[in-house]
T-cell receptor, first 108, second 116 residues
Framework: DAKTTQPNSMESNEEEPVHLPCNHS???????IHWYRQLPSQGPEYVIH???SNVNNRMASLAIAEDRKSSTLILHRATLRDAAVYYC?????????FGGGTRLMVKP | DADVTQTPRNRITKTGKRIMLECSQT?????MYWYRQDPGLGLRLIYY???????NKGEISDGYSVSRQAQAKFSLSLESAIPNQTALYFC???????????????FGEGSRLTVL
């Protein structure tokens, strides 16, 4: 099974950048890295994904290590609305398997 | 209206009863999924379907069955519910991504099932 390792929880101050790490040391060369987040009482929502190059979108940036064994989700300015569980997922092309994720707490 | 709709949103039932959770989507996606979430844990995949004729077991399919009645509808059944199937159930859809990419998942709002 594709496995990722994330810290259980992290804290951030509002309006500061947040770097959420993920290790995926057994990732294969064609597996994409996906990030989703789950706000309280909601289903998960897509954040960003990538293969080798760093990726940016309106929600976040994804920095992928050169050896692809780790990646970092970057929220440039955390808001209270960003408090959620963030899931890092290896995509083997058939289905996405969610681990426990990182619970991000944002302090005002 | 939501693009991915789950019914019922909440259900309380008794051990041994048959339960069906329904999912319908208006996104026109071929791929549909059922996930289960237990308190404080991530999501675990129960079943997935890449088209009407393609059904696949996920990591925790025992005790569950599914039916893909049409491209837009994917139902999850518990033939004889037991208390440890008490959980939050999510349906999701996706398109086929580029290359080996699964593509973005779109989730419903969840169905909370309690088995007494």
């Amino acid at each position: 099974d594709a496995k990722t390792t994330q810290p259980n929880s992290m804290e951030s101050n509002e309006e500061e950048p947040v770097h959420l790490p993920c290790n995926h040391s057994t990732i294969s060369g064609t597996d994409y890295i996906h990030w989703y987040r789950q706000l309280p009482s909601q289903g998960p929502e897509y954040v960003i994904h990538g293969l080798t190059s760093n990726v940016n979108n309106r929600m976040a940036s994804l920095a992928i290590a050169e050896d692809r064994k780790s990646s970092t989700l970057i929220l440039h300015r955390a808001t209270l609305r960003d408090a959620a569980v963030y899931y890092c997922i290896e995509d083997a092309g058939n289905m996405l398997t969610f681990g426990g994720g990182t619970r991000l707490m944002v302090k005002p | 209206d939501a693009d991915v709709t789950q019914t019922p949103r909440n259900r309380i039932t008794k051990t041994g009863k048959r339960i069906m959770l329904e999912c319908s989507q208006t996104k026109g996606h071929d791929r549909m999924y059922w996930y289960r979430q237990d308190p404080g844990l991530g999501l675990r995949l129960i079943y997935y379907s890449f088209d009407v004729k393609d059904i696949n077991k996920g990591e925790i399919s025992d005790g569950y069955s599914v039916s893909r009645q049409a491209q837009a509808k994917f139902s999850l059944s518990l033939e004889s519910a037991i208390p440890n199937q008490t959980a939050l159930y999510f349906c999701a859809t996706s398109v086929i991504g580029r290359g080996a990419d699964t593509g973005e998942l779109f989730f419903g709002e969840g169905s909370r099932l309690t088995v007494l």
